[in-house]
């Protein structure tokens, strides 16, 4: 391998690893992952990383962001959420996140948003005059499906990245 070849693995596989931490923080990374991995394959000529393999990456993040959107509707909508108050989930996850991800090196992202996500639907229940504990299950189903979510989506993550590194490394 060539020096730019080494230099072009290296930057592919540092915006592998910013895909799964926005996967972390509750955005879109598998589009990351599959935008940086496109660009490494036209830039080395498909050498290594074919068509095929980004069709492949292309399935695999499609499945993943819409699996991940699923289950954060399904949590909320299980335990009896109105939309204002998925939206509060979703705009209280992503809050969560951001404020806890300086801690633990970036980790306290994924309990922030959890949090960030009970809390989010919690308080818009709340808000829409139910009763607390009503709004507590509300909370969880958020909770739990941001976690289903984030478990699934960052499981696909890892799968590219792994995907990856066997294309271009045998």
């Known amino acids: 391998m060539s020096l730019l070849a080494i230099l072009g693995t290296i930057v592919l596989f540092a915006f592998l690893a910013a895909g799964l931490l926005l996967v972390v923080l509750g955005m879109p990374g598998t589009l990351v992952i599959l935008a940086s991995t496109g ?3 036209y830039s080395t000529g498909f050498e290594r990383v074919t068509v095929k393999l980004l069709v492949v990456l ?3 993040t499609l499945a993943a962001e819409g ?3 699923i289950a954060g509707m399904w949590g909320a909508k299980k335990y009896g959420s109105s939309k204002k108050a998925m939206l509060g989930a979703l705009m209280g996850g992503a809050v969560g996140s951001i404020m806890l991800a300086p801690v633990a090196f970036g980790l306290g ?3 922030g948003a959890l949090m960030g996500s009970f809390g989010g639907a919690f308080g818009v229940a709340a808000l829409e005059k139910r009763r607390m504990g009503d709004a507590a299950w509300v909370g969880y189903g958020a909770f739990l499906g941001r976690l289903i979510g984030t478990i699934l989506k960052g499981t696909a993550a890892v799968s590219m990245i792994v995907i990856n590194a066997f294309a271009i490394f045998s």
């Open 39 to 41: 660009v490494y394959a």
């Open 58 to 60: 292309l399935v695999i």
């Open 67 to 69: 699996l991940d959107l």
């Open 109 to 111: 992202a994924i309990p």
